[in-house]
């Protein structure tokens, strides 16, 4: 998680928290969807991390079955 995305789900969470104290139901949600939207991020930026992994890992294969098949080593 970013520091932004950690900011982001901090003020949420003092949000929710003061909403709660208070008694303020859109104070709460506005807190819920700020820690949702970190969340998120968050979950973006691991799933894209990921699949840049996959897919750096079946370049290689690639390439290394095409060496097979030409006969070239690395």
Avoid: C, Y
């Avoid at 709460?28 to 799933?47: C, I, T």
């Amino acid at each position: 998680m970013g520091i932004d995305d950690k900011f982001q789900e901090s003020v949420g969470k003092a949000k929710e928290g003061v909403g709660d104290a208070l008694d303020n139901e859109e104070l709460r949600r506005d807190g819920q969807k700020d820690r949702l939207e970190a969340n998120a991020k968050e979950f973006g930026d691991k799933l894209q991390e990921k699949v840049g992994d996959i897919t750096g890992k079946i370049a290689d294969k690639a390439e290394e079955i095409k060496d097979k098949f030409t006969g070239e080593d690395k």
